[in-house]
């Protein structure tokens, strides 16, 4: 590498280090940190305590365990290449504009920067493998081969993409272009087939066919160089350990080598996938999607309803969710509609309070991580808000309308496929949980926005090991959940008094338990009221 | 139609403005001038409700702005100085948006001559993050003007422009006035308030250095030419707050 691109690495990682250092420097910091700290305390001490840890009763043996890594870990690696040839575009090595402006006019060779770009990356993977190590449960072997594991694969799986979207480059007007969506669809046939005589076989489900074909001779030479990386995991002594790396080092730097000639033939595209992720970039910064539109012009929609001030609002969130979230929307209905047939087919059905724990997390953290159409996501437009002649309670209600919606079509999406899959779903608790959802939908946002404008901070967090962002999305999730157990204990103490006092039926402890959680719903949205209208822009934007 | 009496803002113990009067009548431009700090974009975005004042009272077309936000909203038109627009609309949508907002039945007649006015008519249906820094502002500027406001307060208007723009913003600024909108513009362009402004204000480290028309201060001045006087004025305001403070440190 270029000693001055060498010295550039090491003063950014340096920076890297002092920002973290300066954040640790304010409470706030210091405090979310420590949250964040004591979150990794509890996985560790969770990992590594006898018998059921946070993993519970579903923790295999080492051997099972290494059975699984290596069935499935070679099939999850050929999926994420396949998903990487599917797409367009993939995450070839992304330049920010600074970068160009300021490497790209130097004098350095592109294989420099590709180069230095790597030392980049692979410094970054070096702290998320440490992470890994840490977390990993104690089945998966000494820290040293998970680290060594973890960093070779991801360091694998990085330029594993980067070739596979620069060949697709390369090879874009050519008549081998041509045959990517052909033996795509062929490929999604074969997939169809199988689910399709996998749903049918009673004795035979996916996991099997899929496990026939990775230990299939077909398989085995289709996956091998994926096969590598799992080895890596399982490796029982020293010397396996060394031996896989060895073999796993040579497919890397093979891999970078292939990366840098075919670069200097993707030069001019490579630009403009770097434009058009840094747009993508700043556009996530300000609470956009990766996967907004990238369309210049759409027909215009010609008028937006008024709905006494909340129509205008209402609308501006749909049109966010159409063009921008859409297919964050569809990705998440489609999980939600697979987390019933998963979860039965691991043996942990939708019941198992582990498994409501998990649906809980997808629904209530990692969803409104992802789906944003809400306050959280126009806190950079807030002085629109602000001077529109619409009161701040009809404001708050139209920002909410789209997003609880769309969260209660995807938690619908879970109920109907709990209600399929599930035996003990009947109908009439899935049109209990349908009813109860909606409102519990809208305390879950109203709680999520009401703090994010109380104390508004960036979306994204600044790089891997930005603990403060880290802390506080936990701490902020631990608080919200707080709340809505709180309001769902309520709800039910309502329920259970109305049980006692009018006796048989359920029916009217129900809707006064419903009523309860609609009304709590709605006093957490005088709260966000409350929150738009202290909001100050000039004071309290970061 | 914008009456300030006595208007602070203060930031954590910071005073940003202090005790700041004023009034704006119909058809008349107010220039906000001021170096950095000065409090320039406190006084605008706590007129047209963005901050709270600390005290003192804001009242626009006679509605306070802390007592009656909405009808003081429905008579105001803002553009700030970087207008953050939706930017997943289009820019008829965000004329679609503004209209329903202020509760306009029949705006599209309106929007059209807007988007004709602001050279936007080929635009229409593009969405808005693929726009340049200049279109964008003529955007933020149709929407403000869509429901007609009796007063238009500008940050910064021409940031952005190309020199064809300017003159057409120019331009919308006089005949908005004319028709009888109050306006202030901020500003640290001396030929903007030259070319449009009836009234100036220079203001320093939150206070009122000097207020008054254009023919005031070129005869207070001695010159003929107004971007001289201003400048003049602008510096012999601000260099001799800078030597009272540097006296006082000393």
Known sequence: ?542 | MIKVTNFSKQYKGFTAVKKLSFSVEPGQILGLLGPNGAGKTTTLRTLCGIIPPSSGSLLVAGHNVVEEPIAAKRNLGYIPDDPRLFDTMTVWEHLAFMAAAYRLADFEKDAEALLTSFELTHKRDTLVHNLSRGMRQKVAIACAFLHDPKVILFDEPLTGLDPQGIRGIQQAIRERAQAGAAIIISSHLLSLFENLCTHIMVLNLGECRRFGTMEDLLSEVGHSDSTSALEEVYFSITQAQEQTSETAAA
């Open chain 1, 1 to 542: 590498m270029d000693p001055a691109l060498r010295q550039l690495l090491i003063l950014r990682l340096r920076g890297g280090l002092r920002q973290r250092l300066l954040q640790l420097a304010s409470v706030r910091g210091l405090l979310f940190s420590l949250a964040f700290g004591a979150i990794v305390w509890f996985l560790i001490a969770s990992n590594s305590s006898a018998g059921a840890g946070l993993f519970g009763s579903a923790v295999l043996d080492r051997q099972a365990f290494g059975e699984q890594i290596m069935t499935f870990m070679p099939l999850s690696m050929l999926g994420l290449s396949l998903l990487t040839v599917v797409m367009t575009t993939g995450p070839t090595f992304h330049f920010s504009p600074n970068e160009i402006n300021f490497l790209f006019t130097g004098p350095f060779r592109r294989r420099d920067l590709i180069v230095y770009k790597f030392g980049a990356y692979v410094a970054g993977v070096a702290l998320t493998s440490a992470f890994i190590t840490i977390i990993a449960p104690p089945q998966t072997g000494s820290a040293l081969s998970v680290f060594m594991a973890s960093l070779l694969t991801l360091v694998f799986v990085q330029l594993n993409s980067a070739v596979i979207s620069m060949s697709g480059h390369a090879l874009d007007g050519t008549r081998l272009a041509k045959v990517k969506w052909p033996v795509i669809a062929l490929l999604g046939a074969v997939a169809a087939v199988a689910v399709v005589f996998a749903w049918a076989a009673p004795d035979r489900g996916i996991f099997d066919l899929l496990s026939e074909f990775r230990h299939s001779w077909l398989g085995t030479i289709v996956l091998i160089p994926y096969i590598v990386f799992a080895e890596l995991f399982v490796a029982t002594s020293i010397s396996q350990l060394a031996l896989w790396a060895l073999i796993a080092v040579i497919i890397n730097v093979a891999l970078l080598r292939a990366a840098i000639i075919l670069d200097e033939r993707t030069t001019d595209r490579s630009l403009a996938e770097n434009a058009r992720l840094s747009n993508r970039w700043e556009r996530i910064k300000q609470g956009g999607s990766f996967f907004a539109t990238e369309r210049t012009e759409v027909r215009s929609i010609r008028r937006a309803p008024i709905v006494g001030g909340l129509g205008p609002i209402a609308w501006r969130q749909a049109l966010n969710a159409l063009r921008n979230s859409f297919k964050i929307i569809i990705i998440f209905t489609g999980l939600a509609a697979c987390i019933a047939p998963i979860s039965l087919a691991l043996g942990a059905p939708v019941t198992d309070a582990y498994t409501v724990m998990i649906i809980y997390v997808f629904f209530a953290f990692i969803l409104p991580r992802n789906l944003v159409c809400d306050f959280r996501g126009d806190l950079s437009r807030m002085e629109i808000y602000k001077t529109l002649p619409i009161a701040p309670w009809r404001i708050c209600a139209g920002q909410l309308v789209v997003q609880v919606l769309l969260a209660y079509v995807i938690a619908l999406t879970i109920i109907a496929s709990a209600l399929v899959f599930e035996n003990s779903v009947t109908t009439q608790v899935a049109l209990a949980l349908a009813a109860f959802a909606l409102p519990l939908t809208l305390l879950i946002y109203a709680v999520e926005n009401t703090v994010h404008l109380l104390f508004p901070i960036k979306l994204v967090a600044m790089g891997r090991a930005d603990f403060e962002f880290l802390g506080r999305a936990i701490v902020e999730f631990i608080a919200k959940t707080i709340f809505v157990f709180a309001a769902m204990a309520a709800s039910g103490a309502v329920g259970l008094v109305t049980f006692k006092m009018t006796g048989t039926t359920l029916v009217l402890p129900g809707f006064a338990s419903w009523l309860t959680l609609t009304l709590i719903g709605f006093l957490t949205l005088v709260a966000l009221q409350y929150a738009f209208r202290r909001f100050a822009v000039a004071e309290t934007i970061e």
